[in-house]
T-cell receptor, first 118, second 112 residues
Framework: DAGVIQSPRHEVTEMGQEVTLRCKPISGHDYLFWYRQTMMRGLELLIYFNNNVPIDDSGMPEDRFSAKMPNASFSTLKIQPSEPRDSAVYFC????????????????FGNGTRLTVT | RKEVEQDPGPFNVPEGATVAFNCTYSNSASQSFFWYRQDCRKEPKLLMSVYSSGNEDGRFTAQLNRASQYISLLIRDSKLSDSATYLCVVNNRGSTLGRLYFGRGTQLTVWP
């Protein structure tokens, strides 16, 4: 299995530009998570999906952030317009959970997208 | 109060030393517990799950104390390759089914 695949690996953009991050989860995993990691705040959950449906987006910082999962094998996280404070590493992760939310597989992370907004 | 709290360290220990990390969680209904390891500029990876009775994987021992709501990770005979950040992770049941809470991580450096 190729694991969780994220693209791009690095993104440098200017303030105000639109940024789109992409993720392909592991086949068969029905949960997909988007995390953001910074030195100051650690790993923060932005949003997660179950069977392509957003379950909890309370971690999305503001309306500039949006996420979609049009099918079981693809998700995007979009920032429009981007700001310097959005600079971080964005991780996508996938997993599957069994009965009552007990993980039937560990959370698998992609390599992350390192975003720099100047 | 944060869901999961860890001592950020850093812990600097010589090769061969024994080192222990603790982590506390705030939700008494938490059901699943894990330790993840994250190398510099890499993604987090599962190190081990933590079971109620405690469990061991080679040089690594994880323990859970539900009464005090803390989890521990013990590393014996530290190796240089153990240098990384160790993340404590908790899964809660209920309305946030499937949601994992990560601690900020404890940084470990093992020196020769």
């Amino acid at each position: 299995d190729a694991g969780v695949i994220q693209s791009p690996r690095h993104e440098v953009t200017e303030m105000g530009q639109e940024v789109t991050l992409r993720c392909k989860p592991i086949s068969g995993h029905d949960y997909l998570f988007w995390y953001r990691q910074t030195m100051m705040r650690g790993l923060e959950l932005l949003i997660y999906f179950n069977n392509n449906v957003p379950i909890d987006d309370s971690g999305m910082p503001e309306d500039r952030f949006s996420a979609k999962m049009p099918n079981a094998s693809f998700s995007t996280l979009k920032i429009q317009p981007s700001e310097p404070r959005d600079s971080a590493v964005y991780f996508c992760a996938s997993s599957s959970f069994g009965v009552a939310g007990e993980p039937s597989s560990p959370l698998h992370f992609g390599n992350g997208t390192r975003l720099t907004v100047t | 109060r944060k869901e999961v709290e860890q001592d950020p360290g850093p812990f600097n220990v010589p090769e061969g030393a024994t080192v222990a990390f603790n982590c506390t969680y705030s939700n008494s209904a938490s059901q699943s517990f894990f330790w993840y390891r994250q190398d510099c500029r890499k993604e987090p990876k599962l190190l081990m799950s933590v079971y109620s009775s405690g469990n061991e994987d080679g040089r690594f021992t994880a323990q859970l104390n539900r009464a005090s709501q803390y989890i521990s990770l013990l590393i014996r005979d530290s190796k240089l390759s153990d240098s990384a950040t160790y993340l404590c992770v908790v899964n809660n049941r209920g309305s946030t089914l499937g949601r994992l809470y990560f601690g900020r991580g404890t940084q470990l450096t093992v020196w020769p």
